[in-house]
């Protein structure tokens, strides 16, 4: 009788991304306090990859009106992580049509950064593989996360997986935008993303979201079926019910490299503070838009209104829609 | 390419126990327009059977300290449910040495109660069996939980399995007290116990607890593995970290018999009050003691303090006292 959620794939790798999935809560407004916090935090807990933020287009998102970590400049990473020494790596996100690449990415010998994320829709992988050879030319490490997988239909994602397989991305991430997913698909999907890349040394991915509770759970499934590159955030901070809580992954991981205690310390030290000015988490409107498999604006809708607990109202909406 | 996510078993049949189990969080102080609201929600949701409480001895719980479901004494039940006209199934548990059953428990002709849930540890199982055939004899179905099992030996469960197969008991369930079991070891016990009642008819339920966010996952896990009894609570109201969410684990339900938009109704209208009186949900003080496979009680008392968010401080603790 075998046991084996007590051993560890070595090759398993964790990414934080607090302050990236986080910062679509606030308008990536966080304290300089609380990133290095959280940048201290991933270095003590043994955690491999800290998404910093985006490196979004400033032609589309105004400066002012966001934080740092929406564009994630040079000067702004090196304030709080100096030349990072040490073996955490760095990364960004680059969302296809929102990133003005060819200017804001820098040769990787100029950056702080190791790792290029490109988030991409499935229509948009045109522009995905422009960035992702851009960031591959610039000298990074290049990864994709196809986003809202739970909406696209088999034939186009074995078309994105077969032209993502001929790029130099090192990860494809299976992404759970709209939280909708059980376990059984992200079985097959997982498995449908291991068999595409067979034979490239390319890993498989896994970003979930926590709008049926099922972000953690899900994280599991896809460490069983060979996921090797996992995304978490402190205390499950994501965008609308966030995403698989870093705290509950580090504890299920065996590895002896990952360390749970400093990630306690810092949700004690400054998110309990953070979630009386930020909201996220699985609430009742996103239930029901992750069972609908539906985006999650109208619950963030729900959740900032006055009447925030109005969930028959906001089920019924999206029910006469349908 | 199956998708089995979207068919239905139409024998899975679902138990409320918000009564019940949500109890362990208020004394049972629960108004009585609470109870008669969650009973017309499993009226209307289709919901297949409704705990309202346990059969607790008068001799250890003082009737003045605790509400009327710590004991479901039948002129209380009677009072919300009259005679329980309709499909809805009602149940009670009795706690193995907590309850006076030769007394408390009438006839099935006298009571407007379908189901006794017999509660027992392992090394209780001989006055469990008693128990059992106690409510047998008087004319009810009579089920099993088998507590705690997160902490027994497989040569214990196998032989208690033995022992319960030649019971009355029409269902036995798997049941995760400590909030501890990841999917595998749910798929392991469940296929354990229907290995165990082959040939019976007896059916596998499972209770689950959310201490990791995972008892919505491990029910689907049950469910996928066989198990046809389905614990669940309004707004995942339970001890400590609570129980798998009804709102979940009917919108998840593909059979048509099920309606979750009454439940999202229950939610707005009683639970959004309730949470701002009472406390539960799998916050990290649970997360803690779930992962580490121990009764809940150090976190309970950590959420119950004035330094309620002290996670490094218990963590620290029961790692000294392993």
Not at 220 to 238: F, P
Not at 269 to 276: A, E, I, K, T
Request: hydrophobic share 40%; charged share 25%; with cysteine.
């Amino acid at each position: 009788m075998s046991a084996p959620w007590i051993t560890y794939r070595p090759e398993l790798k964790v990414m934080d991304c607090t302050i990236r999935d986080g910062g679509l809560v606030n308008d990536h407004l966080f304290d300089d306090a609380l990133v290095k916090a959280v940048y201290e935090t991933c270095v003590e807990a043994g955690i491999d990859y800290m998404e910093l933020g985006y490196k979004g287009s400033k032609k589309l998102f105004a400066p002012g009106k966001f934080g740092d970590w929406k564009f994630c400049d040079e000067d702004d990473m090196r304030r709080l992580v100096g030349d990072n020494d040490g073996s955490l790596k760095l990364a960004a996100m680059a969302d296809a049509e929102k990133t003005d690449y060819h200017e804001d990415i820098l040769p990787k010998s100029q950056s702080v950064l190791d790792v290029i994320r490109v988030a991409t829709y499935v229509h948009q992988l045109p522009v995905a593989v422009d960035m992702i050879n851009d960031a591959a030319d610039k000298g990074y490490e290049v990864t994709c996360n196809l986003m809202a997988i739970s909406i696209v239909q088999d034939a186009e994602i074995d078309q994105a997986l077969e032209i993502l397989r001929e790029t130099p991305v090192s990860t494809i991430v299976v992404v759970d935008s709209f939280g909708s997913l059980y376990q059984e698909q992200v079985q097959r999907l997982v498995k449908k993303y291991r068999e595409a890349l067979e034979g490239t040394g390319k890993e498989v991915g896994i970003h979930a979201h926590n709008n049926q509770q099922l972000a953690f759970a899900n994280t599991i499934e896809s460490i069983i079926h060979g996921a090797n590159r996992v995304d978490a955030t402190m205390a499950g901070m994501g965008r609308g019910a966030g995403n698989c809580p870093m705290e509950l992954l580090i504890g299920f991981l065996r590895n002896p490299a990952y360390r749970v205690r400093p990630v306690y310390q810092v949700l004690q030290d400054y998110f309990v503070d953070l979630r009386n000015k930020c909201d996220w988490g699985p609430m009742v409107p996103y239930n029901i838009t992750g069972q609908l498999n539906q985006h999650p604006r109208s619950a963030i809708a729900t959740v900032s209104s006055d009447d925030r607990h109005a969930y028959v109202e906001l089920y019924d909406k999206l029910v006469a829609d349908l």
